[in-house]
């Protein structure tokens, strides 16, 4: 059935709630279909392109990812609807300058594995195996990694962090 759009709010550093741990969908029925409609709209409004179910309040292991094609368009036929991952191999090593929607205007390297297999299931409880690399390997670590209650900012060097929580109190503070 067709529903209205819904944007949910988005969890923002440093709210507690993001260090929960999620834990696995049980049921693939019409409730778990509009969670991911309301991520979906949610994540395209704010300019995002990936968005795990606990930056917006609901800690099931959830997250969606949809890059930008080579065409620099972001299509719903791309969209990853990624349920109860799990990483079965982890391979290379690489640098990428990430961002998150928890953590708004704040960007910076993080070190991740080059490929990874990873399994899952999609929205009708179908299993899927995929092999990435590239950014997409990039963002479903760094969106599994919300579903174990972490976010990219705990990979930074211990001066990086520092100096990063400074600024974001800074931030706080002016009300920005
Ligand atoms: C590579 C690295 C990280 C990911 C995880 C997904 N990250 C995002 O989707 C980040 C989105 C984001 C969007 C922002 O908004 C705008 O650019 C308008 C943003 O800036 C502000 O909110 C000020 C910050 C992050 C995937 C792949
Ligand atoms: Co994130």
């Not at 409609?37 to 969606?64: C, F, P, R, S, W």
């Not at 060097?157 to 400074?166: Q, T, W």
Request: glycine share 6%.
């Amino acid at each position: 059935m067709r529903r209205h759009k819904v944007i949910l709010d988005i969890v923002v550093y440093p709210d507690k709630r993001l260090r929960n741990k999620s834990t696995n969908v049980l049921e693939f029925d019409e409730k778990l279909h509009n969670l991911l409609d309301d991520m979906y709209e949610t994540m395209i409004t704010k300019e995002g392109i990936g968005l795990a179910a606990i930056q917006v309040g609901i800690t099931k292991n959830i997250l969606i990812i949809n890059l930008a094609n080579e065409d620099e368009k972001q299509i719903k036929e791309d969209l990853l609807e990624v349920i109860n991952p799990k990483i079965t191999h982890l391979e290379g090593s690489e640098i990428y300058q990430e961002g998150c929607l928890s953590v708004p205007g704040y960007y910076d390297d993080v070190q991740r594995a080059k490929s990874i297999t990873v399994e899952y299931f999609d929205r009708y409880g179908q299993k899927i195996i995929k092999d990435l690399d590239g950014l997409l390997s990039i963002a479903m670590q760094h969106e599994m990694d919300h579903l174990k209650g972490h976010l990219f900012i705990e990979k930074l060097s211990y001066l990086k962090r520092k100096k990063f929580e400074k600024e974001w109190k800074k931030k706080l503070k002016a009300g920005k």
